[in-house]
């Protein structure tokens, strides 16, 4: 019977309207409709995607349609993370919110988009929602003392002479408690206010970022609390990869599936009698950088890892495959500590 038939709604997100359309197993447009992104505009799209079908293609489910994706996933509809279409296939078939999700109906429907989204409504959602204000933070920093240093190249001698040589520490105090006086038209003058400027920026930014430190290590350690005990890991880089995995890393089928999302999955680069991988570009970029670290800390200072690069350099192999094959190993190790709500923590210690 006709009615019988499944049918497959997929969302085109955006700031104020997402754009809903659905279609049935065989590929036929049925109905599109614009909706608020409001609380008012999430009920009338869940009433008007339960008049139709059940299971739901989003893109932008980490942006502009989180929290639908939240409120219709509350609600019991199943929602698929969709890819934005590649460029090719956008000229192909061109460009507008309804053909857009028509496109993201389609792409469940064919089974080119079967990911879970991240639920983002537990501990790591906190996590990643403290880590966005220290990541500035700590970037706004490096940029003020990047300042620091080259106004200090460029200030006139009298200025210059005084802070040559300065460690960062001692530098920013002796900044911070300077008193300028003088007519700001001379360089010299401007060059020590701005100085003192920026160097009670960088204090205040030091004490931001203290701040955050100090609320983000309880929620880490409570998260995954076998995580932060693994060598060479610490709390930033066990923040980043909980947000890279999510509230929900039970939707990561594997530890295979984890090392794919954070770009430590190798990838065959074989050819004729050559016989070999290489570095996986591709995952999640922060992710994979915070196994970068955690791979060169690990290198310095944890026995077991010095002794296996001294055998795999014996062996012929280079530095870039070694760090390849000791992130791999990182992202299985990290795998088994991430949390889940139905292994309890003594179960997941044990775990080999």
Known sequence: MADEITVIAGIDTHTDVHQAAVIDTVGRHLATRPFPTTPDGYRQLLDWLRSHGLAAGM???GAYGAELARFLTANGLTVIEVDRPDRKARREHGK???VDAYAAATAVLSGRARGIPKTRNGIVEAIRTLRVARTSAVKARTQTINQIRTLIVTAP????ERLRGLATGELIDTLARSRPAGDLADPA???RTTLRRLARRYQLLCQEIAEADADLGPLVTRAAPGLV????IGQETAGQLL???GDNPDRLKSEASFAHLCGAAPIPASSGRTNRHRLNRGGDRQANR???TITLVRMR???RTREYVARRTAEGMTKKDVIRCLKRFIAREVYKHLPRPHITTEQLIQTP
């Open 290 to 292: 915070a196994l970068h």
């Open 59 to 61: 893109e932008g489910t």
């Open 96 to 98: 507008s919110d309804p």
């Open 243 to 245: 947000t890279s995995a």
């Open 229 to 232: 005990t693994l060598p060479g």
């Open 301 to 303: 200072h944890d026995p």
């Open 157 to 160: 001698a009298t200025v210059r």
């Open 189 to 191: 003058h401007a060059a």
